[in-house]
């Protein structure tokens, strides 16, 4: 069983920058993929960044060049760096662990808001 909290949301101008975090603990050590998705009152959960155990990355091109995700093994956290936020990245961000027999853990969301 794995558990994820996200932490780091909140209010920020366009323009700005913040960074997410994703806490995730129980059986952490069978983890492949991490991710960071988004989802808009009235839309779709969409994909922003995704992470392997062993480092490769992906990005939509909507987020592409302005967000990092990274993992940071040691504390078991995963990161979501954001940057030249608009008010289209407005949208509530939940963390996703797949482990390696494909199994799917979502957290609980944290809420961001870019106002213009």
């Known amino acids: 069983q794995v558990q994820l909290v996200e932490s780091g949301g909140g209010l920020v101008q366009a323009g700005g920058s913040l960074r997410l975090s994703c806490a995730a603990s129980?059986?952490?050590?069978?983890?492949?993929?991490m991710g960071w998705y988004r989802q808009a009152p009235g839309k779709q959960r969409e994909l922003v960044a995704s992470?392997?155990?062993?480092?490769?990355?992906n990005y939509p091109d909507s987020v592409k060049g302005r967000v990092t995700i990274s993992w940071d093994n040691a504390k078991n956290t995963v990161y979501l760096q954001m940057n030249s936020l608009k008010p289209e990245d407005t949208a509530v961000y939940y963390c996703?662990?797949?482990?390696?027999?494909?199994?799917?853990?979502w957290g609980q969301g944290t809420q961001v808001t870019v106002s213009s």
């Open positions: 992470i392997t155990s062993g480092g490769s990355t």
């Open positions: 996703k662990a797949v482990s390696l027999d494909g199994y799917v853990y």
């Open positions: 129980g059986r952490i050590f069978s983890l492949n993929t």
